[in-house]
Every structure is written in C-alpha cells, then in structure tokens.
C-alpha cells in the first residue's frame, strides 16, 4: 500500500459531508424539538442555579433538545463537578473538556450567556469537530487496513450518516471517543505503539470500555513477537537471545496495559477519596437547591451524614461497577425479562450486522483465525486469482483482530448491558460496522463505482469552490459526487440488501433525533 496522500481529494470529501451532516443534525434536531412536546420523562434534570436570560433562552430553543437523558449529567459534572455519588458513571475527559472550552468563551460571551448555556454550546461544538474528525480518521485507518481506498471512503461516508446519529451531536462523549479510539488504531497500524497507546489511555478516560482496547496493543505486541520467532525459526538462536526478546515483550505489554488502565484507577481513586475519606465541612458548599435534589431523589452526597457508601468497604473499592449494578441494574442477563423486548428488538440490526460480519470473516479465513493470525500468511488470494497479490477489503488479515474486537463488545452489550445502547456502544467503539457495510455494499451494487468515476470524483474534488459558493450549491454537489447519495437517487432500481442497509442507518439517523430530542426513549 503506497503511504497516504496529504491531498487526498477522498479526504476533503468525507470532511465535507461529515460538516453537511452535522449541520443537517443541528437544523433538524432545532425544528423537531420545537414542533414535538418534550415527554415527561422520568430522568435527571437539575435546577437550573441562575436566572435565564433572553440569549439563555434562545439557546435553549435552538439547542436544547442535545441536551437531555445523560447529556444532562455530562453538562452537571461539567458545571459543578462530582456531586452525586452517581455521577461517577460518566467518565471525566469529555466533562472536563467541555468546561476548559466554555471558560474559553467566557470573555466574549459571559455578559450573554450562563455559565450552563455555555457549557451546552461548547458541547455541541466539540462533538460536531470531533466527529468530523473521526469520519476523517476512519478514512484513513481503512486505507491502511483495508487497502482499498474506495471502500474507505465508503466506510467513512457511513459513519457519517451513522445509527448513532444524535449521539454524536448531543452532549454525550461519543464523538471524542470515536476520534480518539480510531487515530489510535490508525497509529498502531502506522508502527508507533507508544502514540497508540497514549490515545487509547486518553479514550479511557472517556469511556468505561476504553479499557478493553489495551487488547489492540497487547496483540501488536503479541503478532510481532510470534513473527519474529518465526523468522529466526530456520536459523539457530540463542537462548539469552530469546529470553531478552521475551522479557523485552512482557516489559512493552505491561506498561502499555498500565497506561491504558491508569486514567480508570485514578478515577477510582479520586471516588474513594471523595465519598470514603470525605471532608465533612465540604457538604456545607453545596448549593441548597442541589442539596434538596438530592434529598428529593435520594441522591448520595459526599459525607452525607458521616455515613461511608456500601462500596467503600468492598475487597477492591470500585464505584462504577456499584452504581451499574445498584443505580442501573446492570449486569450478566439482567436484562433479559419480557418487558425488554421492544428494547432487544431496537438493538436486532445492529446484532445482525455485527454476527454477519463476524461469521462472514471466520468462515472466510478459517485456519487464519484458528491460528489467531499469529502465524504468517505466505500466500493470500482469492480462488480463481493470482495467489501472491494480497486480498484487499473486509476479508484481508489484517482486520482479524478488529473482528475479535467487534465480536467481545457485541457479545458483551448484548449479555450484560441494557441491550439498547449497543447501536451506539458499537458504533462509536469499532470500524467493522461500516467496512462490513461498505463491503456488502460494493458487493452487490457493482455499478456503484462506474468506470473512471474515482478519477472523474478525484478531479471535480479537487476544483477549489467558488468565493460564492453557498452550503446549498455544497449540498448539490455532495448530492451529484457522492456515491451513496448516488444509490439513493435510484432508490427503485438498488438491491434488497442495499435498501436494507441504507434503510437501516438512514431511519435511525432521523428516528434518534426525533426521539431523542424529545426526551422519548432511544438507543
């Protein structure tokens, strides 16, 4: 695979629709929210501690709706820290990074906005750069995976029209885990652990499950060892040789494991401090309207009543496996009971998805994935072609490990988590719902690249805009360019499966903003 053109005209692509995207998000989800009643959901949602100006208004009427479910406790944690013992459930890098973003606007914007208006609008800002940004980095992680620059750009023009639509948006950390999780798998496919490993260490501090990608660096670790011993098979080594390569090994994978853990255990540890070491003049700083709340709802303060919480004298003290387990009935089959249908019936297509991918790889490259692709592949190649050119797209090995990956938080959504969330769970986590998607796409709609129109798209990308050019003429022109665009203009004449596909994305890109933006229940 030659190395990535800075110029990619592929790349200014998937910027571009990703920012249409992201606007088309923000217009509709402003009308719907206006049109639509909020529910009266039984959620959080904190008193507001200052008077509400007209700009304070206005930007609840046009924002508003990015700002319910868990954006509320993302938007508390930012404004007031952690409060409630359940706050620690959200995980700090996005709450802390929305704060350092709104005191940045606190000079221009202090005499207009509250403190509250502000920290939704940094948000929202934050989520629509950092999606950009994913959709960019995605590209490029399937350029270098898939080797297949087209069905890249396929797999990143998907991910911008994603079933996690609005969560992407929202107030939710999503948008800045999918960045930062997808820049470090680009980087540990470019050879530079340690950046990987950084990033997967600053995404755990973002999200829980950010701990499960210290098995990326662990298998990279793992594959180059198994190659190199293989190498060195025919010739004869030492043993000091290959001690030194094993400790070498061991060294490199425990403090990469330390690293990614590290944001976790200090998280921990900063809940024990606060609710098992508390200070107890430190519940007098509360505001009062806040501490009524948490009489009202029984919410937990820090030294409330000198009385430790239960999880504070456990074994190993950890707060946020307690409050999934107390606050949110979280765990291994919990959630499997009658009432839960409708939500296990929201979360079939992207079950579907993720097992047709996963079956579709294994048996494709049975003995690859038997020798857990440790083994080095001397031949690789389609029946009926040439056995020495490498197979390129879904089926190439080097997205084993990322199958595995898709597979463990499948299963691990499904069995032990409220079963709704895993559209959002898996599609901000792993690239394999949109190369799968991609791959069928390109599989069963041969005319979707028509010959020369990657050169022609290529050329037209390349074209600077008009110092006039207006968002509609950019909207026509992703319109005429890009190819999914394409196959839904000729909605009638696209295969069964292609009408799955893009039904399946398009219907939940719109259907979350609806609800969600309207505080119905979602994914």
């Known amino acids: 695979m030659k190395p990535m053109n800075r110029r990619d005209p592929y790349v200014r692509e998937v910027i571009r629709f990703a920012v249409c995207c992201r606007a088309l998000t923000l217009v509709l989800q402003a009308l719907f ?18 008077e509400p100006s007209l700009c304070d208004w206005l930007s609840e009427w046009l924002l508003g709706g990015l700002s319910h479910w868990d954006a509320e406790h993302f938007l508390f944690i930012a404004e007031h820290g952690y409060l409630y013992e359940h706050n620690f459930a959200f995980f700090p890098v996005y709450p802390l990074s929305v704060r350092a973003v709104a005191e940045v606007t606190r000079w221009p914007l202090q005499g207009l906005l509250c403190l509250r208006s502000r920290l939704l609008l940094s948000a929202v800002l934050l989520n629509t750069l950092f999606s950009v940004l994913a959709a960019a980095a995605l590209y490029e992680l399937g350029c270098v995976v898939l080797r297949c620059r087209r069905m890249a750009f396929l797999s990143a023009v998907l991910f911008c029209l994603t079933p996690a639509n609005v969560f992407m948006t929202a107030a939710y950390s999503e948008s800045m885990f999918a960045f930062l999780v997808f820049s470090a798998m680009l980087q540990l496919e470019k050879g530079q652990s340690w950046t990987s490993g950084l990033l997967f260490s600053l995404a755990a501090g973002v999200r829980s499950n950010g701990v499960i990608n210290t098995g990326f660096l662990i298998y990279s670790q793992s ?27 061991a060294a490199s994978v ?25 200070d107890p003049s430190s519940e007098h700083a509360v505001p009062r309207l806040l501490l009524q709340l948490a009489l009202d709802k029984g919410y937990r303060l820090a030294a409330m009543n000198g009385v430790k919480p239960a999880w504070c004298s456990q074994g190993l003290p950890v707060v946020y496996s307690y409050i999934q387990d107390v606050y949110w009935n979280v765990g291994f089959l919990r959630y499997f009971e009658s009432k839960q249908v409708p939500n296990f019936l929201l979360a079939v297509p992207v079950t579907v998805l993720g097992s047709w ?13 038997l020798m857990l692709g440790l083994v080095r592949r001397k031949k690789e190649g389609r029946k009926g072609e040439d056995s020495d050119k490498p197979v390129d797209g879904f089926r190439c090995s080097s997205v084993f490990v990322y199958v595995v990956h898709a597979a463990a938080l499948l299963a ?13 769970f898996l599609g901000s986590s792993t690239p394999v719902l949109y190369w799968f998607s991609a791959h069928l796409l390109q599989d069963c709609e041969p005319l ?57 994305f398009l219907s939940y890109w719109l259907l979350g903003l609806i609800l969600h933006c309207n505080f119905l229940p979602w994914t």
């Open 448 to 504: 979707l690249w028509k010959e020369g129109a990657a050169i022609q798209t290529a050329a037209s990308l390349s074209e600077k805009p008009s110092v006039g050019s207006s968002f509609l003429g950019l909207f026509r022109k992703e319109i005429s360019e890009n190819p999914i665009m394409r196959l839904l203009l000729n909605w009638r004449t696209r295969s069964p499966l292609t009408k799955c596909i893009l039904g399946y």
């Open 412 to 424: 691990f959504g499904i069995l032990c988590m409220h079963v709704q969330v895993v559209t959002r």
């Open 357 to 369: 991918a996963t079956w579709f790889y294994l048996t494709t490259n049975p003995q690859y994935c």
């Open 223 to 249: 594959k180059d060892l198994a190659l190199q011993l293989q190498a060195g098979a025919g010739t004869v080594m030492k043993l000091p040789h290959v001690w030194r390569r094993l400790l070498r090994f």
């Open 33 to 50: 929210n206006f049109l639509i009643p909020d529910h009266a959901a039984d959620a959080f949602s904190p008193p507001r501690l200052s």
């Open 254 to 278: 425990v403090l990469m494991s330390a690293g990614v853990f590290f944001p976790f255990a200090l998280f921990q540890s900063y809940a024990y401090l606060r609710f098992c070491n508390p």
